[in-house]
């Protein structure tokens, strides 16, 4: 487990997400199940712009009762790699913006890492001084398009 202030002294920190079963609030919209019943946790989550996509414990995919398909090869810093599954269909929401994805999991993490897709899709940028995320327009999400 990586602490804090291993974190700050390799550039990283952490911000509080929420996680949510977005197949749990479809079915809700729905009325399949009542409203109280979709699975949502806050979870910390560790923003690294090297890391690429959004990776979750997987004791968040029990949790939160996410389906896993497929898998995906992943590196480490290290130069080892690893087959992983994928957990389909997560909401996550942060900084008052909210999108779903897909994520790697990995067995032995305790918090998320939140790679450059999901700074990319939520449009943030990284506060190198002040070691936050900052969206590039308060307002709303800006798409990149030619």
Known sequence: MTTEIEEKAIGRFSVNVELTNNDDRSNARCG?????????????????????MLVIPESVVRQL????????????????TADR????NIS???????????????????????????MEVLDFVIDCGKQQLVPRDPN??????E
Request: charged share 25%; net charge positive.
């Open 85 to 88: 599954p994928i957990a389909r």
């Open 140 to 145: 709303q999400i800006i798409t990149e398009v």
């Open 32 to 52: 399949y199940i009542a409203p109280e019943r979709v699975r949502s946790m806050k979870i910390r989550g560790v923003v690294d712009s090297g890391a690429t």
């Open 92 to 118: 996550l929401k942060f900084g008052g913006r909210e999108s779903n994805f897909d994520a790697v999991v990995e067995p032995s993490r305790n918090s998320a890492l939140i790679g450059a897709i999901v």
């Open 65 to 80: 009762g996410l389906e896993t398909k497929g898998t995906t090869k992943v590196r480490y810093a290290n130069g080892q």
